[in-house]
């Protein structure tokens, strides 16, 4: 550490430049990196990694500022920080994270981001930024080995796999139909690596509570959680998280790339940075109603392990997943 450095007051511009902040919560203290250009979300996102406060169970408190904190899009460039000053963190941590979800209110609806916004968002260099700096902070624990010449399917949890919305005395009752048949089917071609937006806790919870992490007929091979998405800025939209497929990409380059990886989630949005990898799918909602016709899985079982054979699965419009006839496929690759 330079001597001069802890006298000089952080002030704006500073856009690459690491900012180091303290912040207090509980009677501790805590500190903090951060880069000029990282949003407010992201400052909440370390904070959360530090105290398992939840960002949206946050409120920052800092002399004069507290207004601008209350907007996850602003700049940590755009604000007046001090390093003689410290800033204060309130907020719980989830204890009941079940009925936390249960309670939560509706998450915002899909939305479409138009093909050219989409190419925008993936080309940006701040993205990149965000996504070379997600690949150096975040930790991915793998659960099993990854394997050689395997594809890899990307899981997301809440109305993909799981109807968190519903209650039910057992929370087998709002398990999508055919979960484990299709991790059965999935895994002979597959790695499988589920990421959910929500906290690594509940991401533990929710797997073993379905039997999905004791499964004898498949591995998982990894759990990520919302600390591995990144904030992007949409000119249409505004703000919103996603789930860089890049990360695991960079952490695995000798067995996933953007030609052999597969995302299913019930939001669009989430595949932004890899628009050519991600399927949408139909979203499992009202699970007492649903649980005897939903053959969604059964149907994704079948074009996983069609196209599975292809070197290249990238090249697929997933949007038209369901009319996929693998014959008429060669057939035209040939011509
Ligand atoms: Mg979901």
């Given at each position: 550490m330079a001597a001069g450095a802890s006298s000089s007051s952080l002030t704006s511009?500073?856009?690459e430049e690491e900012i180091t902040l303290t912040v207090k919560w509980s009677g501790k203290e805590y500190t903090v990196r951060l880069c000029g250009d990282d949003s407010v979300g992201e400052l909440k996102r370390r904070i959360c990694q530090l105290t398992t406060v939840l960002p949206k169970r946050q409120k920052l408190l800092y002399p004069k500022i507290g207004s601008k904190l209350a907007d996850d899009s602003t700049l940590i460039s755009t604000l007046p920080l001090k390093s003689s000053l410290k800033m204060t963190m309130i907020g719980t941590v989830e204890d009941d994270i079940i009925v936390d979800e249960i309670d939560a209110p509706d998450i915002v609806d899909d939305f479409e981001i138009g093909q050219e916004e989409a190419v925008d968002i993936k080309d940006k260099d701040v993205n990149k930024q965000k996504l070379r700096r997600r690949v150096d902070q975040y930790k991915i624990e793998l659960k099993n080995p990854c394997r050689k010449g395997k594809k890899l399917l990307v899981l997301d949890i809440d109305y993909t796999l799981f109807d968190h919305r519903s209650t039910a005395e057992n929370p087998l009752q709002l398990m999508r139909p055919y979960l484990h048949q299709f991790l059965t089917a999935a895994y002979a071609e597959y790695d499988i690596i589920i990421w959910s937006a929500t906290s690594m806790k509940w991401v533990e919870l929710k797997m073993e509570q379905l039997g999905v992490l004791s499964n004898p007929n498949y591995k998982i091979t990894a759990l990520l959680d919302h600390l591995a998405m990144i904030t992007v800025q949409s000119d249409s939209r505004g703000i919103f998280d996603c789930k860089p497929l890049g990360l695991i990409w960079a952490r695995f380059p000798e067995f996933y790339s953007s030609k052999n990886t597969i995302m299913f989630d019930d939001l669009r949005r989430n595949f932004v940075m890899n628009p050519q990898n991600g399927l949408t799918i139909r979203p499992f909602r009202k699970a007492h109603a649903n649980r005897d016709s939903d053959r969604e899985l059964v149907k994704l079982t079948q074009y996983l392990l069609a196209i599975a054979?292809?070197?290249?699965?990238?090249?697929?419009?997933?949007?038209?997943w369901e009319s996929y006839d693998e014959s008429n496929f060669k057939r035209r690759r040939q011509t």
């Open positions: 511009p500073l856009t054979e292809l070197d290249d699965i990238s090249i697929l419009d997933h949007n038209k």
